[in-house]
């Protein structure tokens, strides 16, 4: 027996190779010049039954591209190389897979040190490449042209195309599931930057990030920003995750997946299985009136009822098919990339258009709207979610499976049941006796109980009487209690009342906001005003998980984000954060805000815009929380909103003037926060002994000028006196000192300053704050006439800092009316501001 030896870089015409013939080299017959790559004849995970040609990365082993995926070949099989191009056939000579025809005759086959297999013609140019035929991963210095796409193996040892593909369209990155239908967008997701609106040409990857490509290879459509390395592939993988991941020293570490949540892979628990999301990870069941058959898959619990085949349907009379209900509360990955077949309609009317439609195999209606989502040929799992849609599966009645024998023996069933069933009767009630008495004991609110110190409670029957569409999921206080620890472990507080971390009964993490600077409502007013929070939904708004609304308890469960509130980060003695870090957050923070004003079905204007209401998580995922409980004022309670939500230093001046109020208060609330991520300082700070030095409290020191004669600095005058003079980078964090230019600097403080006009009518949307954070339009130059009313804070917050003995929320309400008159006085001498916005009790946006 002949084995023969691998080859450096290039193989010529007529060349053939089996892995029997090197198969002391593990098939490989082919290294590129410096070892990193080579190509072999190879059997996945020695199964000795599949093989492939592969171009493989030496050092982890890792298969980058496979020449016939789809028509392996045995143990036997070879590959030859001929002047025509590349041929493999099975042992019997049959042809299974070749290169298509070639314009001219080919000299020679190379494998670059960059995992590309090249057949070359005698003028060594290109006459076809594996580059340019993906399969389901590209390497650095490989592009996915526009049109072309990666599919997913079927398994690890069977490479044949699966069920998910990523494809590269004109403007986006999508990931798919059988016929198209897409279930994940770069553009959605927040780890991605936006960068100009040029047709997508290409995508690929380098040692700094994964970008798509426009405008002749020139300009950057959309890009991921990755730690540097020297070697990382992307891969579709067979799970149908888009992972990016770095091979360094001896192991693969992932820097990109997506989707993120696991549960929104399509078919990731099987056809009809439940998803539930548990920290990193997933747990897959039944959803309610399924059950799990022998073979694993979810079927109708009834075995008289089944799901109708596509093949069977048109001869299923109408009348033999019914709907079995998933519950509230389960979502379908499809939703969010397909629009309603119908909207406005009822659930019966969803019902009806699946019930004519042969291929339908079930619906999903989300309630606020009346959409009705129609799901056709195929079904994937579902998603336990907290949003307010309703699923259902079609179904058919199968009489056949009756058994006609156990009907019979139903009396006799019965004569033996019957005394057992009536003793687990008494003790039912026995039990819900004492269950009624403990939770009164409790102050569940119940009919035999009530919280000492407070009014009778309304009885929990009465969210029974009527019908609110889209509630979250509904908790007793008892339940929570139990879940918090008695309210143990505060990690937050704000104006609505303290919030406390807490583990559901389903072991997931959660916070729950006590709410206690509320009027307390009838629970009908409140619910439906939940039902529109809840059905709020975006990358970034924080998640309302469920409620409470017991007897005077008013409390809201809130997804848990586990790195806090952006103030502990921002402020706290823990590592700086970095330039790109404080842009993401400040990115996300106003696209989450642009939803709420102008994205979501109800407009809702925050309101109390501030670093403690910017929440983060793992890889600072940024989520805006609180959105919504304005609307939850009582009308008395409104009139004190200024007073009540008066966080120093985010305060608009139409709170201070009695005019009216608009999303624009939130623009100039977040051109605050803007100002106290540039710098890490809040926008009061107290002066040190020195008599021209502020102190922030990490060390950073800032000269103080006209903004700072006594006791405290106005930052945000300060900023902008060191903006007339371009001297941005007297502003930023002192702790990033040569990590980050002027240029960038005095980008964000643009923005903040056009953020903070005094007229909300020169404010900038949130729309095109996004815009400008994203560089698809360069920052508005502020308008100084509109910005002097800063000098007025700064003068007021250094009277207030030399009155002796004042507290200091009291020195800023006397600063405030102080300023107010001064306005007042100002403004009435002139022509009004003319505005057009909704009064301050409505401040939530109209129904």
């Not at 069933?421 to 008495?437: G, Q």
Request: hydrophobic residues 35%; contains cysteine.
């Amino acid at each position: 027996m002949i084995l023969g030896s691998a080859l450096r870089e290039f193989i010529y015409p007529n060349f053939t190779a089996s892995n029997f013939h090197f198969i002391d080299n593990s098939g490989t017959f082919l290294f590129s010049k410096n070892g990193t790559f080579e190509a072999a004849i190879f059997n996945p995970a020695n199964q000795q039954t599949n093989f492939y040609l592969c171009i493989i990365h030496s050092a982890s082993n890792t298969i980058i591209w496979s020449a016939n995926r789809d028509a392996a070949v045995t143990s036997s099989g070879k590959m030859s190389l001929t002047a025509d191009g590349i041929n493999i056939n099975d042992a019997d000579g049959q042809l299974k897979w070749s290169t298509p025809s070639l314009p001219l005759p080919v000299l020679a086959m190379k494998l670059t040190d960059e995992g590309n297999l090249v057949l070359l013609d005698q003028f060594n140019r290109t006459l076809w490449d594996s580059f340019s035929n993906p399969t389901d991963t590209i390497v650095i210095g490989q592009k996915l042209a526009f049109g072309t796409w990666l599919s997913s193996y079927k398994s690890n040892v069977d490479f044949s195309t699966g069920d998910y593909n990523l494809t590269l369209s004109s403007s986006d990155l999508l990931l798919q599931w059988k016929n198209n239908n897409t279930y994940w967008k770069l553009s959605m997701d927040t780890r991605s930057f936006i960068e100009t609106t040029y047709a997508v040409e290409y995508m690929t990857i380098n040692q700094t990030g994964l970008y798509l490509v426009g405008r002749n290879g020139s300009s950057v459509v959309i890009q991921v920003n990755l730690s540097p390395s020297e070697f990382r592939i992307a891969k579709l993988d067979l799970s149908g995750q888009f992972i990016i991941s770095t091979f360094s020293g001896k192991q693969w570490k992932n820097d990109f997946s997506a989707p993120f949540d696991q549960c929104r892979i399509p078919f990731i628990c099987g056809m009809l299985g439940l998803c539930s999301s548990s920290s990193n990870s997933h747990q897959c069941s039944c959803p309610p009136n399924l059950h799990v058959k022998n073979s694993g898959a979810c079927s109708p619990t009834d075995p008289s009822f089944s799901f109708p085949s596509s093949s069977s349907c048109n001869s299923t009379n109408s009348s033999d098919l019914s709907y079995v209900s998933l519950g509230y509360g389960i979502d379908y990955f499809s939703i969010d990339f397909t629009p309603p077949v119908k909207t406005g309609v009822s659930v019966t009317s969803c019902q009806d258009i699946c019930t004519h439609d042969c291929v339908c195999f079930g619906i999903f209606y989300v309630n606020s709207s009346g959409s009705c989502f129609v799901i056709e040929n195929q079904m994937g799992s579902v998603i336990s979610s907290h949003g307010n849609s309703l699923g259902f599966i079609k179904t058919s009645f199968n009489p056949s499976t009756v058994d006609e024998n156990r009907r019979r023996e139903i009396p006799v069933v019965l004569a033996v049941l019957l005394p057992f069933s009536l003793l687990l009767l008494l003790a039912a009630v026995c039990f819900l006796w004492w269950r009624r008495s403990e939770m009164g004991k409790n102050g569940d609110g119940l009919k035999f109980g009530s919280q000492p110190n407070s009014p009778p409670s309304e009885s929990d029957d009465d969210l029974e009487a009527f019908s609110i569409p889209g509630l979250p999921i509904r908790f007793t206080y008892s339940v929570l209690e139990k879940a918090t620890d008695n309210f143990k472990t505060q990690i937050g507080s704000g104006g609505f009342g303290s919030v406390y971390k807490c583990v559901l009964p389903d072991k997931t993490l959660a916070a729950v906001k006590k709410i206690t600077n509320l009027g307390i409502q009838g629970k009908k007013d409140f619910c439906t005003e939940i039902a529109v929070i809840g059905n709020i939904r975006h990358a970034n708004l924080v998640k309302l998980r469920g409620f409470c609304a017991q007897g005077r308890q008013r409390l809201l469960v809130y997804e848990y984000m586990n790195r806090g509130s952006l103030d502990h980060t921002l402020f706290g003695s823990g590592p700086a954060l970095e330039w790109q870090e404080r842009v993401d957050i400040a990115l996300g923070a106003a696209r989450g805000l642009a939803y709420l004003h102008c994205g979501c079905d109800h407009k809702i204007i925050h309101c109390d815009v501030k670093p403690e209401n910017i929440l983060l998580h793992d890889r600072f995922l940024v989520k805006i929380s609180d959105f919504g409980l304005s609307k939850l004022l009582s009308p008395e309670e409104s009139g004190l909103f200024t007073t009540m939500r008066g966080t120093r230093g985010y305060l608009a001046p139409e709170w201070l003037t009695n005019s009216a109020i608009s999303e624009k208060t939130d623009v100039y609330s977040f051109g605050m926060v803007l100002l106290e991520m540039v710098s890490s300082r809040k926008n009061c700070l107290r002066r040190t002994q020195s008599h021209n030095m502020i102190s922030d409290g990490h060390n950073n020191s800032v000269h103080s000028s006209s903004s700072s004669i006594a006791g405290l600095l106005y930052f945000p005058l300060f900023a902008l006196e060191m903006h007339e003079q371009g001297r941005y980078e007297e502003l930023v964090d002192r702790r990033l000192e040569g990590r980050v230019s002027g240029e960038e600097v005095g980008k964000m403080v643009k923005v903040a300053l056009c953020c903070v006009h005094e007229e909300p009518s020169l404010r900038p949307s949130m729309v095109t704050v996004v815009a400008m954070l994203e560089g698809k339009i360069p920052p508005g130059e502020p308008i100084m006439e509109s910005l002097n009313f800063l000098r007025f804070y700064g003068r007021r917050f250094t009277e207030a800092s030399m009155m002796e003995g004042n507290n200091n929320d009291e020195d800023e309400l006397f600063m405030y009316s102080r300023l107010n008159a001064s306005i007042t006085s100002t403004r009435s001498s002139n022509s009004p501001a003319s505005y057009s916005f909704i009064s301050s009790q409505q401040v939530s946006g109209p129904r």
